[in-house]
């Protein structure tokens, strides 16, 4: 869980992460000898649990409220610090709007300095703390008075971070394209360039090849640290440094993002959904300069409003943002907007096309786009209910009538009853075939996804690019039934030394390419199995090879035995012996221990049991 210091300056942040870490995040000269923190400090705690917290130290002088944008961009959890002294300053209410905008709605609100004054004047900052968060997303979040000083409400502080740490979870980014936001950069000699941040998406490991956005640069990961250990990979909503090749410091830097090379979209003009702030003076016009601050980045852009419209204080609507120059943006990302000379905040919000067209803003097309683009899971969910539509596909998911879903699902299961009965040798018919078949206009995945429905429903069997019916047996036919009862016999005959495909081929007097063909699709079905490239045997044959070995391994010590042991035990020669095992470990029965091997699972749930006893083993 990353949490992130929010208040005034002098306010005690940099001393309570201290308290609670033993860290102190001033790690700047400047810093050390004005007793104030400049950029972003970090630390690391891990609680009695196991979870670890990751401190983002900002400073909150008004000066470096850019730097302090930087760090709270991607938090998961807030401490707002606010002095019993001092009580609600400036930056403090600047603080809180700007995680207000960025929609934190997790954090713990803390008193400090509590030994510098008396009890009265706790309860009253307390009092003033609990109204000014009364708007706003951390309306209902804890108040906790301390001293870093004395030590007093630091282990109740701590009780509270360990139990939202355990609660925490980021289970929703995952999975996803990964996703890096740079907040710092530098070079170590002998390794070269580092960065630092924070994982929005997915995971990164040593070896990854990533975009640097909105650059275009191609790096790839030599090495990655978290909390100052070398670590195997790094997932979303951690803190991690990367040492990397491919760029030098000149080339990153903050504000750049690590992405995967398919996220790499610069953009320059979004369309997003912007609240004003109540505390401005003056409506938004069209054309208004800002800073705007996306991730870590800082860029200077302009808001395109609709022609004769203004934004009010206090009201939300969507414009356009165009920057001045191009940065890496996704739908969703939150962002704020400062006055032209970064003095205040104006608003903030989030992007709701990060790829906006220069032209037709205004139309009733493009505004039912955007309204749909702006639409939460669950109002989706709503709709698509009330309106009788299917959700089809996980990763890529359309919206189909449910009643057309239906009908391209039964149509699929009645063309295959047409297709086994067409070809009923054929092992299935061919996916894309069907689909440009039975329903063109659907994209691949999607008529994909609603195969793995069917699939899911057993209704059909998917097997690469090919699907079937359940039930259909490619040689349930009265040809392959007369080359079955001349190959059967053969088989049967030949016990545990069962002939290879050329020898079988003299004995049958069957083509070889025939034969191979039968043999192959035979296998599909629970009569026959292929245990080498060129060999087949009748599963009740396998198993009793199967029973043998299990008697094998309960004779030898420690339930490990050899091939030779196997050999003697079944008759058979010694690279036999070794086809019949590397099947019986491919299949889940046995397991290869070097130059041994041992019982993996009970061989009856997989092949069924055996009909007669097992054969001994030779002692």
């Not at 050999?567 to 470990?585: F, H, P």
Request: net charge positive; hydrophobic share 45%; aromatic share 4%.
């Amino acid at each position: 869980m990353i949490v992130a210091t929010a208040g005034h300056i002098d306010h005690g942040k940099t001393l309570l992460v201290k308290a609670l870490t033993g860290v102190d995040t001033d790690r700047l000269p400047e810093e050390k000898a004005r007793g104030i923190s400049i950029d972003l400090g970090f630390a690391y705690w891990q609680t009695a649990a196991g979870d670890t917290i990751g401190f983002v130290d900002v400073p909150g002088h008004e000066r470096f409220i850019r730097n302090m944008l930087a760090g709270v961009c991607g938090i998961d959890y807030v401490m707002l610090i606010v002095a019993a002294d001092d009580g609600v300053m400036p930056q403090t209410i600047e603080h809180l709007h700007i995680v207000d905008l960025l929609n934190v709605a997790r954090g713990v609100a803390v008193i400090t300095k509590t030994d510098r004054v008396a009890p009265g004047r706790v309860a009253q900052v307390t009092e003033d703390v609990r109204n000014l968060l009364a708007p706003t997303t951390l309306a209902s979040i804890p108040v906790i008075p301390v001293s870093a000083v004395s030590g007093d409400g630091i282990a109740a502080l701590r009780d509270e971070l360990a139990a939202a740490a355990k609660a925490h979870a980021r289970s929703e980014q995952a999975g996803r394209n990964f996703r890096y936001a740079i907040d710092r950069a530098f070079t170590i000699a002998g390794s070269g360039t580092v960065v630092t941040g924070t994982v929005f998406n997915g995971a990164v490991a040593a070896g990854d090849k990533l975009m640097l956005s909105p650059s275009g640069i191609e790096v790839r990961v030599r090495t990655l640290q978290q909390h100052g250990q070398p670590a195997s990979q790094a997932v979303a909503g951690q803190r991690c440094a990367l040492n990397l090749s491919g760029a030098d410091l000149a080339q990153i830097g903050r504000g750049d993002w690590l992405v995967a090379p398919a996220l790499h979209a610069p953009t320059q003009r979004m369309d997003v959904r912007l609240q004003v702030l109540a505390s401005e003076t003056q409506p938004l016009k069209h054309w208004t300069p800002v800073h705007l601050h996306l991730g870590t980045a800082d860029v200077t852009a302009r808001l395109a409003i609709r022609r004769g419209e203004t934004i009010a204080p206090g009201t939300t609507a969507l414009v356009q943002l165009i920057a001045d120059r191009p940065l890496a943006a996704l739908h969703g990302d939150r962002f704020i907007i400062r006055d032209q000379s970064a003095a205040r905040t104006i608003g903030g919000g989030s992007v709701v096309d990060p790829f906006a067209p220069a032209t037709r803003r205004n139309s009733a097309v493009r505004r039912a786009q955007l309204a749909a683009l702006e639409l939460t899971a669950g109002r989706i969910e709503t709709l698509t209910r009330e309106c009788g539509a299917a959700i089809i596909g996980k990763e890529q998911r359309v919206a189909l009538p449910r009643a057309a879903a239906e009908t391209i699902k039964q149509r699929v299961i009645e063309a295959l009853k047409r297709f086994h009965h067409e070809s009923p040798q054929a092992l299935g018919a061919e996916i894309e075939t069907l689909r440009k078949s039975l329903a063109p206009a659907l994209a691949a995945t999607t008529f994909l996804a609603l195969l793995r429905e069917l699939a899911d429903q057993h209704q059909i069997e998917v097997t690469g690019s090919r699907m079937r019916l359940p039930q259909h047996v490619a040689t349930a036919n009265p040809a392959d039934e007369k080359m079955w009862q001349a190959i059967k016999p053969v088989l049967d005959a030949a016990g545990f030394k069962v002939p290879s495909l050329r020898d079988l081929t003299v004995s049958t007097q069957i083509k070889e390419a025939l034969l191979k063909d039968f043999l192959h699709r035979k296998s599909r079905t629970s009569e026959l199995i292929r245990v080498g490239t060129d060999r087949f045997y009748p599963r009740a044959t396998l198993v009793q090879l199967a029973a043998i070995a299990q008697a094998v391994a309960q004779a030898a010590p420690g339930g490990q035995f050899t091939v030779a042991q196997f050999r003697d035990a079944c008759g058979v020669g010694r690279g036999l012996a070794m086809e019949v095992l590397e099947c019986l470990d491919r299949i889940g029965i046995t397991q290869r221990i070097g130059d041994t091997r041992r019982m993996r699972k009970d061989f009856v749930p997989i092949l069924g049991a055996a009909t007669v006893p097992p054969h001994q083993p030779k002692r």
